[in-house]
């Protein structure tokens, strides 16, 4: 019997796995990938965007920075200390579960639930025994295994589902939102190595003196950068005139230019993270069909991107492709109904809650495939309630991630991994106050 079992080690997961196994209670965190970490490890999604001065529930992120830091995976740059290095997270994320109690299957997933009413009791995964193992280190300083065997089902008292597409919700016959299903494009990160950073920095304060597009600082020795373009045309971008000429030249197609974002990488000498290409398609990231086919379209236009790189850019010279993402940046999917459905309004009208689990002043993001139409609303603080990250079906059953209960446009403030780390500690705390009484 556990406490809490979390379907999805990524950004919301791992937060509350931590935070609720440090506040006492028996944690099972459940991963299908052969890694924690979800969006910023797989997905390559760095860094962490600013969300604000005033945020709550930010004691994971404050451990995982400590932790990065501890390895040489973390940077602070530009005020922000979330850069960080996406293959030591993976690292940083295991010690983090450990010293926090937690138990972690990798390479497995929830396939059904058990319910009694409407409570799921417990719930079943895709392997059929499962061998427990606490690790040691004994005196001649060897690894010692202590095995346990546990039967399915494994039961809790309450569940997260942290999946990102809400797989918990569904296979529980939760209802859902559906607004016309509006989707947002998704994206394909990648990263390239072998930059000669200072040589490209140095271009870039050449080319653009727009210090809220363009940044370069030097820190501890190793030059830190960040640049962007997209082919909307309300903005006077310092790039278009070479992307302009590549796609005149064939050498990237019109589409592939439709959003340029790219960063360096901390504990990455010489390495480059792109966010990009993002895929004008309009495909639903629930159908495998369309998932398989924006994957090949993207890693097309991927080669596009580092032909043009290696043209157009000092620095690029002897630059190659080291890192393509596992997984599709996916912005909007499923969404459950909960016990309260969270608006644009709510944004707008910086309504309080008796019991938020969040707050940010991160802005309304909508991408759009076409021209010109995509959304980037500043905002001043909002909150977000408890009640959105709860079933409205199931009472035991807790969502956090991009799947929560909001509508289109309040998910799209609400997506980013500052946010996922408040909501999954948000969550974790609650429980354990309902479990002290």
């Known amino acids: 019997m556990y406490d809490v079992i979390v379907a999805g080690g990524g950004t919301s997961g791992c937060a509350a796995a931590y935070i609720a196994g440090k506040c006492g209670l028996k944690v099972l965190l459940i991963e299908k990938n052969i890694h924690l970490g979800g969006t910023i490890s797989s997905g390559l999604v760095v860094p962490v965007m600013l969300s604000g001065e005033n945020q709550i529930n930010t004691e994971f992120y404050r451990d995982l920075i400590a932790e990065l830091s501890s390895i040489g995976g973390q940077v602070t740059y530009q ?16 010690r983090m579960m450990e010293k926090a109690s937690v138990d972690v299957l990798l390479g497995t997933s929830v396939t059904s639930v058990q319910k009694a009413g409407r409570d799921i009791v417990s719930v079943s995964i895709n392997t059929k025994i499962l061998s427990e193992y606490s690790e040691q280190i004994d005196t001649n300083n060897n690894y010692v295994f202590s095995h ?35 989707n947002q494009p998704v994206s394909l990160r990648f990263i390239m190595s072998g930059v000669n950073l200072e040589v490209f920095g140095k271009w870039l304060l050449e080319v653009d ?5 363009t940044t370069v600082e030097n820190i501890d020795g190793y030059t830190h950068l960040s640049t962007a373009y997209t082919w909307d045309t309300s903005k006077n971008w310092a790039l278009a005139p070479f992307f302009d000429d590549a796609v005149s030249k064939n050498i ?9 974002q790219v960063f360096t990488v901390a504990g990455m000498p010489g390495a480059v993270a792109f966010n990009c290409p993002r895929i004008v398609d309009t495909i639903n990231p629930l159908n495998i069909i369309d998932t398989s086919m924006a994957l090949k379209y993207a890693r097309s236009s991927i080669l596009r991107i580092t032909k043009f790189c290696k043209t157009y850019f000092p620095g690029f010279e002897n630059a190659y492709i080291s890192n393509i993402a596992d997984m599709l940046g996916v912005r909007v999917s499923r969404r459950i109904k909960g016990k309260y459905i969270y608006t644009i309004d709510d944004i707008k009208t910086h309504r309080t809650f008796e019991h938020p689990v969040l707050i940010s ?19 001043s603080d909002y909150q977000l309630p408890i009640e959105a990250l709860m079933s409205a079906d199931i009472d035991n059953l807790f969502v956090v991630g991009r799947c929560i209960s909001a509508d289109f446009k309040a998910q799209a403030a609400l997506r980013v991994q500052a946010s996922c780390f408040s909501m999954g500690e948000g969550v974790a705390r609650y429980i354990a106050n309902l479990m002290s009484y």
Do not use: M
């Not at 005020?79 to 295991?94: Q, R």
């Not at 990237?252 to 340029?260: A, C, E, G, P, T």
């Open 79 to 94: 005020n922000n200390s979330g850069w960080f290095n996406p293959e030591l997270i993976k690292i940083a994320l295991d």
């Open 361 to 379: 002043n991160y802005p309304v993001d909508v991408h759009s495939a076409q021209k010109d139409t995509s959304i980037l609303d500043i905002t």
């Open 209 to 213: 003196s727009d210090r809220n597009v």
């Open 252 to 260: 990237i197609k019109d589409y592939d230019r439709n959003y340029f």
């Open 148 to 182: 346990k065997i546990l039967s399915e089902p494994i039961a809790a008292r309450y569940i997260i589902d942290a999946t990102g597409n809400c797989e918990i919700g569904k296979i529980s016959d939760c209802e859902f939102l559906n607004e016309n299903h509006e």
